[in-house]
């Protein structure tokens, strides 16, 4: 069956940077291209970027140019998200999604806290 | 970028009610228009896609219209375990954008 299981609990201090890994298991790694969603607490849903896995062309959200970095490892089947220059709105639930060729999310990994704070 | 807007953000209600969700984007998407539960702590849930077609394994209750700019999420009859929170996205543009989503609380 379809799984996406990503890394565990991250706390980190403000200026620091986080990689989040999201392990694809139960199809072809690089028939479906993947993105990066966040959750702030309390809030609702913020698409952060999307990586195909085959090429590893990305593309990011605006708001992130320039502080993000996802990238994929075809040997583990594998794609990583790097948030850098951390500040305590980065604060989240961090997801990746594999989308459907209907551009749906169906499958999502189980998400990652990420807690910036000094 | 194509905003989405969700209406209400929240509304309370009964076991057995219909409940509606609409969703509104800003420009046309054509029938790209995702629905999303998200219960707390758990990630969000695939319901609805191409703004009317059933995931395999919803229940039949949910149902999904609408087309360009206009859509709507049904609940026939509301179940206890369909308190949630729902998203809509839409899948036509990029960035892909969610609406703030919808709070079905226990009346």
């Known amino acids: 069956q379809v799984q996406l299981v990503q890394s565990g609990v991250e706390v980190k201090k403000p200026g620091a940077s986080v990689k989040v890994s999201c392990k694809a298991s139960?199809?072809?790694?690089?028939?479906?291209?993947i993105h990066w969603v966040r959750q702030a607490p309390g809030q609702g849903l913020e698409w952060m970027g999307v990586?195909?896995?085959?090429?590893?062309?990305?593309t990011y959200a605006q708001k992130f140019q320039g502080r993000v970095t996802m990238t994929r490892d075809t040997s583990t089947s594998t794609v990583y998200m790097e948030l850098f220059s951390l500040r305590s709105e980065d604060t989240a639930v961090y997801y990746c999604?594999?989308?459907?060729?209907?551009?749906?999310?169906?499958?999502w990994g189980q998400g990652t806290l990420v807690t910036v704070s000094s | 970028d194509i905003q989405m807007t969700q209406s209400p953000s929240s509304l309370s209600a009964s076991v057995g009610d219909r409940v509606t969700v609409t969703c509104r984007a800003s420009?046309?998407?054509?029938?790209?228009l995702h629905w999303y539960q998200q219960k707390p702590g758990k990630a969000p849930r695939l319901l609805i896609y191409?703004?009317?077609s059933l995931q395999s394994g919803v229940p039949s209750r949910f149902s999904g219209s609408g087309s360009g700019t206009d859509f709507t999420l049904t609940i026939s009859s509301l179940q206890p375990e369909d308190f949630a929170t729902y998203y809509c996205?839409?899948?036509?543009?990029?960035?892909?954008?969610f609406g703030q989503g919808t709070k079905v609380e226990i009346k």
């Open positions: 999604a594999r989308v459907a060729s209907s551009t749906c999310f169906d499958y």
């Open positions: 139960g199809y072809t790694f690089t028939s479906y291209y």
């Open positions: 990586i195909n896995p085959s090429g590893a062309g990305t």
């Open positions: 420009h046309s998407i054509s029938s790209s």
């Open positions: 191409g703004a009317s």
């Open positions: 996205q839409q899948g036509y543009g990029t960035p892909r954008t």
